[in-house]
């Protein structure tokens, strides 16, 4: 029973450890990809251009002009990368200027087209508020065509009755005669 658990856990572990290097190798291969795109240089001369002197002058000697050798070599290299990063350096402020100035320009046709628009909306905006004006005084002069006719037809129902009252106060009878009209107009009827 004891050997089966050593083995089971001894088979997890590997099991784990292999999950492990698999989920690493992807990450390291994603992480290291610049390996393969890397440029080495060439060789250098000087690995492996080492003689043993046999005077130890003539060694210490060999050792300077190697070491001057090398470092006017490092120095060429450095001067290299530095100069590539200048370049580096200069191509990418190119870049972001392009940029910036490809934005700057979008800003400037977006603010323009904004502005194009909210004119336009002022332009309908104004033509709206004519046409309204313009219906609101046609509204009016109706409203006050209409006042006008109905106080000219107050006018002349006034008259008429006026008129008509006018006419039938033609055959009025004074009150003094009134009395003599009545009996009159009795003994009239008294006839028929």
């Given at each position: 029973?004891?050997?089966?658990?050593?083995?089971?856990?001894?088979?997890?572990?590997?099991?784990?450890?292999?999950?492990?290097?698999?989920?690493?190798?992807?990450?390291?291969?994603?992480?290291?990809?610049?390996?393969?795109?890397h440029k080495f240089?060439?060789?250098?001369?000087?690995?492996?251009?080492?003689?043993?002197?046999?005077?130890?002058?003539?060694?210490?000697?060999?050792?300077?002009?190697?070491?001057?050798?090398?470092?006017?070599?490092?120095?060429?290299?450095r001067k290299d990368?530095?100069?590539?990063?200048?370049?580096?350096?200069?191509?990418?402020?190119?870049?972001?200027?392009?940029?910036?100035?490809?934005?700057?320009?979008?800003?400037?046709?977006r603010k323009k087209?904004?502005?194009?628009?909210?004119?336009?909306?002022?332009?309908?905006?104004?033509?709206?508020?004519?046409?309204?004006?313009?219906?609101?005084?046609?509204?009016?002069?109706?409203?006050?065509?209409?006042?006008?006719?109905?106080?000219?037809?107050?006018?002349?129902?006034?008259?008429?009755?006026?008129?008509?009252?006018?006419?039938?106060?033609?055959?009025?009878?004074?009150?003094?005669?009134?009395?003599?009209?009545?009996?009159?107009?009795?003994?009239?009827?008294?006839?028929?």
């Amino acid at each position: 029973m004891f050997e089966f658990k050593k083995m089971a856990t001894a088979t997890t572990r590997s099991t784990v450890y292999a999950g492990r290097r698999f989920f690493s190798s992807i990450a390291s291969s994603h992480n290291n990809s610049h390996k393969d795109t890397h440029k080495f240089l060439e060789p250098n001369s000087f690995v492996g251009s080492w003689k043993v002197p046999k005077n130890p002058k003539e060694a210490e000697a060999q050792l300077a002009r190697l070491r001057r050798e090398y470092g006017k070599q490092v120095k060429e290299v450095r001067k290299d990368y530095i100069r590539e990063m200048e370049l580096m350096r200069l191509e990418k402020q190119r870049q972001d200027e392009a940029r910036k100035e490809a934005t700057r320009v979008a800003n400037e046709k977006r603010k323009k087209l904004k502005a194009e628009a909210a004119k336009a909306r002022a332009e309908e905006r104004k033509i709206a508020e004519e046409e309204f004006r313009q219906m609101l005084l046609k509204e009016r002069s109706a409203k006050l065509e209409f006042w006008r006719m109905k106080e000219q037809h107050k006018e002349e129902y006034k008259k008429e009755k006026k008129e008509q009252l006018r006419r039938q106060s033609s055959i009025w009878i004074d009150e003094i005669n009134i009395e003599k009209r009545t009996i009159e107009a009795m003994v009239d009827i008294s006839l028929l």
